[in-house]
C-alpha cells in the first residue's frame, strides 16, 4: 500500500509568519499535486508538480518536488487568514490512481 | 457550471440500512472515483471507474458496491451500513490523462451511522 505522510498534522500561526508543510512516501510518483481543502467543500487544486527537483511558485505559496519523486513540500510566504484551510498532497500513480496524504490542518490568526 | 454534483449532502442511516450516494459530472470526464474522509486520514480511495463499465477496487473497497452504466454517472451503494462507515464521502473526476490533470470534487456527502 502507497503512503503519503504529511507534516505537521496541525499548524496555528499569526498571519505575517511563514511556514512549511512536508510530504513523505517511500514510494515514487509520476506527479504531485496539492490541494486546498475548506469546511464544508470538497479539495481543489492548486498545483502540479511533475519534474524530480521542480519548484513551482504560485503567488506566496512554492511547491517543490523532491529530487527522487518520494516528496514534497509547500512553502507558505507571510502567511494570512485567507490561507486557512486543509492543505491535501496527492501522488499519482500509476494510470489513473490519486494516493492522498494525511493532510495538514492550517489556521492563519488575524 | 455544476462540476461534480453529490446528493444528498447529509445522510443519518441506522446500523444495517442499505443506501446509495449519488454522483453526476457534466464534464464528460472518463475517471470517476469515490473516496472517504476521516479526521487525521485524508481522503482514501473506495472505487474508481476509468470508463462506463470499468470499475475496480481501492484501499478500502468491504461494504461498498459501485457500478457505471453511463460516463455521467457514478454511484456508490453501502449495502448494510455500519457505524465504521461514518465519515464524509467525496465523489471526483478528472480527464483521461492524470498526470498533468487535475481531480474535480463534488461538495462531499456528510454520512452518519447509528
Known amino acids: 500500500t502507497q503512503l503519503l505522510e504529511q507534516s505537521p498534522q496541525f499548524l496555528s500561526i499569526q498571519e505575517g509568519e511563514n511556514l512549511t508543510v512536508y510530504c513523505n512516501s517511500s514510494s515514487v510518483f509520476s506527479s504531485l499535486q496539492w490541494y486546498r481543502q475548506e469546511p464544508g467543500e470538497g479539495p481543489v487544486l492548486l498545483v502540479t508538480?511533475?519534474?524530480?527537483?521542480e519548484v513551482k511558485k504560485l503567488k506566496r505559496l512554492t511547491f517543490q518536488f523532491g529530487d527522487a519523486r518520494k516528496d514534497s513540500s509547500l512553502h507558505i510566504t507571510a502567511a494570512q487568514p485567507g490561507d486557512t484551510g486543509l492543505y491535501l498532497c496527492a501522488g499519482v500513480s500509476g494510470t489513473y490512481k490519486y494516493i492522498f496524504g494525511t493532510g495538514t490542518r492550517l489556521k492563519v490568526l488575524a | 457550471n455544476a462540476g461534480v454534483t453529490q446528493t444528498p449532502k447529509f445522510q443519518v442511516l441506522k446500523t444495517g440500512q442499505s443506501m446509495t450516494l449519488q454522483c453526476a459530472q457534466d464534464?464528460?470526464?472518463?475517471?470517476m472515483s469515490w473516496y472517504r474522509q476521516d479526521p487525521g486520514m485524508g481522503l482514501r480511495l473506495i472505487h474508481y471507474?476509468?470508463?462506463?463499465?470499468?470499475?475496480d477496487q481501492g484501499e478500502v473497497p468491504n461494504g461498498y458496491n459501485v457500478s457505471r452504466s453511463t460516463t455521467e454517472d457514478f454511484p456508490l451503494r453501502l449495502l448494510s451500513a455500519a457505524p465504521s462507515q461514518t465519515s464524509v464521502y467525496f465523489c471526483?473526476?478528472?480527464?483521461?490523462?492524470?498526470?498533468?490533470?487535475?481531480?474535480?470534487f463534488g461538495q462531499g456527502t456528510r454520512l452518519t451511522v447509528v
Open positions: 471526483a473526476s478528472s480527464p483521461r490523462q492524470v498526470i498533468n490533470t487535475e481531480a474535480f
Open positions: 464534464m464528460n470526464h472518463e475517471y
Open positions: 508538480v511533475v519534474t524530480g527537483g
Open positions: 471507474s476509468v470508463g462506463a463499465g470499468i470499475t
